[in-house]
């Protein structure tokens, strides 16, 4: 019976998510969606019980940092980039691309992972292809101004379970794919990870409720993407739902030819002011950080960042409307230690639906005009507003479900917050469904429909 009572909530879960028309064809919700009450301080995916979280007595060096004469260079990489930004025509699909050469820096005096782990260094070197152009419209993550900023003095946008996006799902936390969504510039990509079989796959909860592939194909997919924008930088956080080991990790990001663009801190851990500039990352084409939130171990692979010795975030998958922008994980972390790290706001809302004591925490989506807007009770921009004043300093990320929700409002958040303009169209076009109205109608018959099979058991 048990088993038929989750299935049974699981039904009007993804009922609920039809209802909400997130693929209604536009970037806003109607005000007439199915609607529901939030909970407070209950929590959202499930927080992991008996973990332990990483602490450093001392720094660790690992290598020494020089650019040796690099910079010089760097107006060069700005001048082809701008040039590209010219010259390329828009785009039919998210992965269309030019055959026009390009220059590009490769090599560094940073050095370079390897499948096993091991570290060895490399020289800088030019090549030309004519293969893929880059595509960046602008240089450092679409404006040149935070090329000299370091990476931990900006606010980025962070996709919320990147991968999962499934319409009619009520695991589903995203409209559109990993390209649409780097393309309109989330610049964090954080999603949940299950080891199923000797494999890695992003599942949400459960690879029976939303399985988006294996990590391996997902990685390959933000390769390719960096690959052909070589002047962006990329953070990628990944959640280590089973808690295995690390090296588990390291073949699906040596095979998609991700690790090759990973970034290697030079100390662990590495406190704010620790952190290169994006001009720098993007000279030494180590422009991805990896973050992994549990098990991580940095000397044994040191490209797989430990998250929470580097950066906390405010409450878990948060039902409260208010958002308070307090510090939960790592727990007991004192404010001179959060000073010292990078930290991220999570502001995704979400709702808990139960029945017969079972219950399910789904993505807020009939509230999202309100939670991904730039102003108003429970809005991003409040959120990060109130972050910067508390902390003296705005989030560097905020996590959000449903982007597009808002056509662009949250990255006009962050661009405020770096001191810039935010003025680029958003977003990829979202397939539409049948209507909010029907799919209420729906959620409201099979809720009655439930509980009166749980009622006649």
Known sequence: MLQSLSCSLLILATAYAQSNAIYSGSNTLPTTAFSTTSLPNLGGDVLPTGVSYISHNTTRTLYTRSLSGEIENFATTIAVANASANSVPA???????????????????????????????????????????PTNTQPCNNYPELCDRKYSNITQVAAHNSPFVAPNNAASNQALGVIYQLNDGIRMLQGQTHFVNGTVYYCHTSCDLLNAGTAESYFA??????????????????????????????????????????????????????????????????RVVIFMDYEADQTAVPYILDEFSQMWETPFSPTNRSFPCTQERPPDLSREDADQRLYMANHNLNTELTLAGISLLVATVSLLNETNNVSGFGSLGVMASDCNERWRRPPNFLLVDYYNVGAGSVFEVAAEHNNVTYDRPCCGVVPSFASATSRSNMVLAGMLWVTVLFLSA
């Not at 691309?97 to 490399?122: C, I, K, Y």
Request: proline share 8%; charged share 15%.
């Open 221 to 286: 997919e933000i390769a390719s993407w960096v690959r052909r924008h070589p002047y962006d930088v990329v953070t990628l956080l990944i959640g280590n739902g089973d808690l295995i080991k690390v090296g588990n990790f390291t073949a699906p990001l040596e095979s998609s030819g991700l690790a090759r663009y990973a970034y290697i801190p030079p100390e662990i851990p590495m406190a704010v002011d620790d952190w290169p500039t994006l001009a720098e990352m993007i000279l030494r084409q180590k």
């Open 91 to 133: 785009a039919a699909s998210p992965s269309q691309s030019s055959s026009t050469s390009f220059t590009l820096l490769q090599g560094s005096n940073q050095p370079t992972p390897a499948a096993n782990g091991t570290v060895t260094s490399n020289s800088t070197s030019t090549s030309t292809s004519t293969s893929e152009q």
